[in-house]
């Protein structure tokens, strides 16, 4: 689709690579034209969140489907008209919210639980999604039943393999808008008993894989000018938990990357943002590291109903769409804001 775009103010050409190629038609005295073709909506929104941060001010929006092409008046500021889906989110939401509809999601851990219901989820909305796991025959049976999806085989503990599964985001949908930082794996036990190769491996996955996965990501919603990170820690960290010191250490340390993350990126458009699921129905228990037996028990001894993955997803979508710091589904008397 061919855009014409023309705003208030003085753009300076060294802007231009922010605004996806988009040339700068004609300047006038206070007004500048911008014109070009975007290759969807997500790059729409893109475009006018640069406009709203750098102070400018949306006058109108005309498209085509060819240059020179018969145009359509979308917005005006004459005629107050819009026929662009959620355009309001621009100017009434703040700079860093986030359209799920036609947004590139990369998901780690979607083979199942959270992130299994967060590709649902974001689907729905009208996501475009890079579903990135270990278990190859889950995402793919996933991506099947999803509208835009891809199935990308993926160890996030391998750089190579993170590299690899970004690159093919790249190629299929020319543009990630959305990160979703949730592969993760428990450990169990007392401290006196906690395996150092076990622990090591906990960190591996659980901070070290976050860390890899958003520089791998941050150079191309740098180039973007805006962008979504969400990183899954957990709820045991919110309040001490006798046998999960190993596990809640690493999710410790993912949430404080998380919050640094964030205001290092602060002017940069992208937000990142972080997620606090309590107990959860998945296959946590079962993908546990070391000592099942015992994180079973703990489980148990709770009289506290698993939260469905479903409500941790819609939380994270949440997230995505505010640009908020944070979200927890922790019960109050664990250190949490949840009284569900």
Request: charged share 20%; glycine share 10%.
């Amino acid at each position: 689709m061919h855009y014409r775009i023309r705003i208030q103010g003085h753009l300076d050409p060294g802007w231009q690579d922010r605004f996806w190629g988009l040339c700068i038609e004609q300047q006038e005295t206070g007004t500048t034209l911008l014109s070009g073709i975007l290759p969807d909506q997500a790059a729409l929104h893109g475009v006018l969140l640069q406009i709203t941060r750098l102070g400018l001010v949306l006058l109108s929006l005309e498209t085509s489907e060819a240059p020179g092409g018969q145009e359509k008046s979308v917005f005006s500021t004459q005629t107050k008209k819009t026929g662009l889906s959620r355009l309001s989110y621009v100017s009434t939401q703040g700079e860093n919210n986030m359209n799920i509809d036609g947004a590139v999601m990369l998901i780690t851990g979607a083979s199942s639980g959270i992130g299994a219901a967060t590709a649902r989820a974001a689907s729905r909305d009208g996501a475009r999604l890079v579903l990135a796991a270990r278990r190859e025959e889950r995402i793919a049976q996933l991506a099947d039943e999803l509208r835009e999806a891809i199935a990308v085989r993926c160890d996030v503990t391998d750089a190579d393999q993170v590299a690899k599964a970004v690159q093919t985001a790249l190629e299929t949908f020319g543009r990630i808008d959305v990160l979703v930082n949730n592969a993760g794996q428990g450990l169990q036990g007392q401290i006196d008993e906690i395996d150092p190769d076990d622990f090591r491996a906990i960190l591996d996955l659980n901070l070290v894989a976050p860390l890899v996965t958003m520089q791998a990501v941050l150079p191309i919603m740098r180039k973007q000018g805006v962008g979504s990170i969400v990183n899954v820690s957990s709820g045991t960290i919110l309040s001490v938990i006798p046998g999960t010191g190993a596990y809640s250490a690493s999710k410790a340390g993912l949430a404080t990357l998380s919050a640094v993350a964030r205001a290092e990126l602060a002017s940069t458009g992208i937000a990142v943002s972080t997620m606090y699921p309590f107990i959860t129905a998945t296959e946590f228990l079962e993908s546990i590291r070391a000592d099942h037996e015992s994180a079973a028990r703990l489980e148990s001894s709770n009289s506290l109903q698993p939260q469905k993955p479903d409500q941790v997803a819609e939380a994270i979508l949440d997230l995505i769409r505010t640009g908020a710091e944070r979200a927890d589904l922790v019960p109050e008397q664990y250190g949490g804001t949840y009284r569900g």
